[in-house]
Structure formats: structure tokens, C-alpha cells
């Protein structure tokens, strides 16, 4: 694949991954955290979902349920925290927007992660430019990151997993760019840390003697079309270098949903009925933010199914709308009907969501015979929309009480220091 290697150095792909981001955003404003043990938790404190590097030493697994590692934490004076989701998209839009500085073509894959792709960048030494931009984001954010760059974005990932773990020899920057580089990361990953190949599948492909990556690659091509799928096949190509993934465009989303688990269980319907109403709003004003309209909703309960001791329940709705719609008061109306129709008594409910699908654009869809929706919504959400956005959230439905704030459990959470104008720091 590489003995022409010009052929494929014209058209170079790269992985950007801000390393243990969440904790990364959280010692950007308190410097103190650097050096120590930092976890940072899921919603509700439950699970970590990042960890710094001194965490992970102790052993304290990604997704660990936190209080399983109490006594590991108070012995090693771990420190946690609760997920500042507002600080983390902040700082995940300053890091994206310096990486397009340097390049146009981005693709944000997630919170901290994008690819790139470098096309007519031959007469670049794609290693000095990409620690340019690496030291630049450093810089100018606070923001570590490791840089993986190959002739495919499945090979960019394996690339960039080396200058994450390797971090002295590469610099934090890796180019996979020879047919002997490739061969030797392939023997080195394990089929689970392959992008796309998941548990299940990993385990299949042991069962039949693959143990790595390069034993995968190795496989014909005709036994992966046979007994695997079009997608194991594109990833096997892209393994051996031929590129079958191109950087994908912003696309509208085919579902939206808002699930939250509550911070004490529910078990009136009253305030069962007000937190869905909120998730409902949620999804509608989500829907309006990318022009689009739903025709089904589906709404849900649950109990706590860790709790064997007490009575159980999980149940869902699917609900079809008599018209496409992302009225805040269509949805909200339609949910309560759902939670009123599967409420049951005597159920300590743990957690409800609102899902909305077949979504179509809100500039073409089928209008009714008979019934169609209130023509004054569409304006009257238009200036929700606008009032919620300039002043913050001044504007409810009237079965929102407004005394009441709902939030997560978040004991341990830091100060919005770049989206809440109290949280700004005052330098003395």
C-alpha cells in the first residue's frame, strides 16, 4: 500500500483528542488540581467518566459506580468533582474554533475529539504543523492534546492512541506514514481498540485465531464480506491503508431525546408530570434550533432496578402526532396524557425521558385534511425562543412551577468560570 507513497501522503487524515478533557477543563481555572488525582462524575455523581492520569494509576476504571472506590479515594486524597457541562462545551468550542485557524477541513467528531484532513498539504512536514497547532491550542486554551495523523481516519485513531500513550517519544504528535509504521501499530492494538469493533464482535474474531489487529487485516477479504458486514469490510480497507471514510458534514439529527435520572426518587404524579413536561419543552426547543418537526414521541418511566427491595415498574408510550409539529404546547400536552395513562401508584420512579423521532424539516412536510396546528404557535415560539436565549430561562409553561428548580445531584461541582458572569475569577 505504501510503496507509492506519494499517492496517499497528498491526502492525510488526523485525529485531535484533548487528553482526559473534563479534568483537563477543571485545572485550566485551578491550577491546584495539576499533579494530583482528579475525578470527574457522571450526572448525579454516579459513575467516573474522566480521570487524570494519577487516577488512573490508583486503578480506578473509566465508568467505575464511585462508591464502589470510596475507601481508594479517601486514602490517596483523590479529589472529585460533578460534570460542569457548561464550562466543557465552552472550552470544547475555543479549542475547536483555534483548530479551524489552522485547517478547514474538520470534522468535530465529539466534546474533545475532531478529524482533519489534510489535502494538498504535500509540501507541509505534517509533524511540525500539527505541533504548531497541538502547542498553539496549549496556548491559548489551557488544553492538552495528543495528535494521530494517517492515510485514513481508522489508521489516525491508532495513530493518535500511540502518541497518547508514548507521549516522551512522540512528542504528543504521531505520523503513521510507512508501510513498517503501520505493521507495527497493527501487531501492537488489541481487536477491542480498533474503531468499530466493539466487544462482541472482538470476541467473534478471537473464537477464529484473530488476536490483534494485523491478524484481522489479514483475513480475506472474501471470508469478512461472507460472515461479517459491508462495515467490517470498509474498516479492514481502511486498516490496510486504502481510505473508505471521508470527514462527514454537520447532519441533522434523526432523533432528538431528553432522559434524566432524578436526584430522589418520584413517586406523586404531580411532580412525575412536571419534570417530563420539562423534558418535553427541551426536546421541542431542539427541535426548533435545527428547523425541524417530529411525528412521533415516546415517553418513558422507570423505577430504580438496582433496588431489588422495592416494587418495580418500566413502562413507554409511543405517541403519533395528528401533525408534524415543535409546538412547546402540542408536545408538552401529549406527554402528560402518556404519564397519566402508565403512572401507577406505590412506584418510587428513578428516572423519565422524552424521545422525538421521524423528524422532517419544518420548510416541507404534509399538511392535514382536518387538522393542522394553531397557526399562532409558530410565532409565539419564535419569541419564547428569543426571550430564553437574551435573558435566560424567563419564560415556563404555567405547569412549570416556577419556585421550584429542578437539578441534578451535583455535590462536588466547580464554578462556570467562563458562562456564569458571578463565576468569573477577580484577580486581586
Not at 350 to 379: C, M, W
Request: aromatic share 10%; glycine share 4%; with cysteine.
Amino acid at each position: 500500500i505504501f510503496k507509492s507513497l506519494k499517492t496517499y501522503i497528498y491526502t492525510m487524515f488526523a485525529l485531535i483528542d484533548c487528553n482526559n478533557f473534563y479534568v483537563s477543563c477543571e485545572r485550566v481555572f485551578n491550577p491546584n488540581l495539576n499533579g494530583k488525582p482528579v475525578v470527574v462524575l457522571s450526572n448525579n455523581d454516579g459513575c467516573a467518566i474522566s480521570r487524570s492520569d494519577e487516577a488512573k494509576r490508583l486503578g480506578i476504571p473509566m465508568g467505575a459506580p464511585i462508591f464502589k472506590y470510596r475507601s481508594i479515594i479517601n486514602q490517596h486524597n483523590v479529589i472529585v468533582l460533578s460534570s460542569n457541562y457548561p464550562l466543557y462545551a465552552d472550552m470544547s468550542n475555543r479549542v475547536m474554533t483555534t483548530i479551524s485557524n489552522f485547517i478547514p477541513d474538520v470534522e468535530i467528531y465529539s466534546i474533545d475529539e475532531a478529524f482533519l484532513k489534510f489535502e494538498g498539504y504535500e509540501n507541509y512536514d505534517l509533524f511540525s504543523y500539527a505541533s504548531k497547532m497541538r502547542n498553539t491550542i496549549l496556548k491559548w486554551t489551557g488544553i492538552p492534546t495528543s495528535v494521530g495523523i494517517a492515510p485514513t481516519k481508522s489508521l489516525a485513531k491508532i495513530s493518535n492512541k500511540i502518541a497518547r500513550k508514548f507521549p516522551s517519544q512522540t512528542k504528543h504528535v504521531y505520523v503513521l506514514d510507512t508501510d513498517y509504521k503501520r505493521s507495527k501499530a497493527l501487531n501492537y492494538f488489541p481487536l477491542n481498540d480498533i474503531w468499530g469493533i466493539g466487544r462482541r464482535l472482538s470476541k467473534r474474531l478471537q473464537n477464529i485465531g484473530c488476536k490483534n489487529a494485523s491478524d484481522f487485516v489479514n483475513l480475506p477479504e472474501q471470508w469478512v464480506k461472507s460472515n461479517l458486514s459491508i462495515v467490517e469490510l470498509k474498516i479492514q480497507q481502511e486498516l490496510k491503508g486504502i481510505s473508505n471514510l471521508d470527514l462527514d458534514s454537520l447532519k441533522i439529527k434523526k432523533s432528538i431525546a431528553t432522559t434524566r435520572s432524578f436526584e430522589k426518587p418520584i413517586s406523586d404524579l404531580g411532580k412525575l408530570k412536571e419534570r417530563v413536561s420539562t423534558f418535553s419543552l427541551s426536546c421541542a426547543e431542539k427541535l426548533r434550533r435545527q428547523n425541524s418537526l417530529c411525528n412521533v414521541m415516546i415517553v418513558f418511566i422507570r423505577s430504580n432496578y438496582f433496588r431489588k427491595d422495592l416494587q418495580q415498574h418500566s413502562c413507554s408510550r409511543v405517541v403519533t402526532l395528528p401533525y408534524p409539529t415543535n409546538s412547546s404546547f402540542v408536545l408538552n400536552n401529549y406527554a402528560l396524557k402518556a404519564i397519566e395513562n402508565m403512572f401507577q401508584d406505590k412506584i418510587d420512579y428513578k428516572k423519565a425521558g422524552v424521545i422525538v423521532t421521524s423528524l422532517v424539516p419544518n420548510n416541507s412536510y404534509q399538511l392535514g385534511i382536518f387538522e393542522n396546528e394553531d397557526y399562532r404557535h409558530k410565532p409565539l415560539m419564535k419569541t419564547m425562543d428569543y426571550i430564553n436565549s437574551k435573558y435566560g430561562e424567563k419564560i415556563r409553561l404555567a405547569n412549570q412551577d416556577l419556585k421550584r428548580k429542578w437539578k441534578m445531584k451535583q455535590e462536588f461541582l466547580s464554578p462556570c468560570y467562563t458562562t456564569k458572569i458571578d463565576d468569573i475569577i477577580r484577580i486581586k
